[in-house]
């Protein structure tokens, strides 16, 4: 369950106490009433600057955003000048994930068993990604073998081999393949200067189920 607002209110008095800015950072408000908990808890939060944002994001691209954020303070950047650039960064992340088994997806009612029906008898799996914050289907793979090179292949056109990027891939109880994913990525992609491998977290885990890898896609200047 999302935190409530009175959770939130107590971290903000205890960081209030020690620092004049608060930049919160979350999961997109149209996956979760996270943002609305933090952005009620803000209100009677006595602070100089105080800035609730919506990540359009989640789970690896939510982790991505927040890693460059701390970057931005480390640089020396204002209080001002890293809300600016979180906004715009934002933009620039792409969140995608692939399932191995849509049991889970039906069962937290995220996806309809007919859909599950169809892409089981089609030999489809599909891609979802987060896009202005929601949780949509991006793509399809055909079969159940060979996933993770057919993942990597349909990344692959999201990377522009003119910029740089940084990557988090997360996989749930499977961490051979989470593996398998990031070594490919980083034999296709000399432009990913960063990148990241960790266990998929609890709340997407448990829609995703075994098996199930995402992947954050962040461009950096």
């Known amino acids: 369950s ?5 959770d939130f209110k107590k971290i903000y008095n205890f960081i209030s106490s ?18 609305q908990s933090a952005f009620n808890a803000a209100k009677s939060i006595k602070i100089k600057n105080m800035k609730i944002i919506d990540s359009y994001s989640a789970s690896v691209g939510l982790g991505l955003l927040s ?27 792409q ?7 849509l049991t889970y997806v039906v069962r937290g009612g995220r996806l309809p068993q007919k859909i ?16 202005k914050g929601k949780l949509t289907a991006r793509g399809l793979l055909y079969g159940h073998s060979k996933r993770v090179e057919k993942f990597v292949k349909f990344l692959r056109s999201k990377i522009k081999e003119d910029k740089k990027y940084h990557i988090m891939i997360a996989h749930a109880n499977d961490i051979n393949n989470g593996e398998k994913l990031l070594n490919l990525l980083l034999q296709n992609h000399s432009n990913i ?17 075994p098996g199930g890898l ?8």
């Open 2 to 6: 999302q935190p409530t607002p009175g």
């Open 18 to 35: 020690h620092y004049n800015s608060i930049i919160s950072i979350h999961l997109s408000k149209k996956l979760s009433g996270t943002y």
């Open 67 to 93: 890693i460059y954020a701390v970057d931005l303070k480390q640089e020396g950047k204002t209080y001002n000048k890293i809300i600016d650039k979180i906004e715009e960064q934002k933009e620039k992340i």
């Open 95 to 101: 969140v995608f994930l692939l399932l191995n088994d």
């Open 116 to 131: 599950k029906t169809i892409a089981n008898f089609l030999r489809l799996r599909p891609v979802l990604g987060t896009k």
């Open 193 to 209: 200067t960063k990148h990241y491998l960790l266990e998929l977290g609890g709340a997407l885990g448990a829609h995703a189920g």
């Open 214 to 221: 995402a992947v954050g896609i962040q461009e950096r200047d």
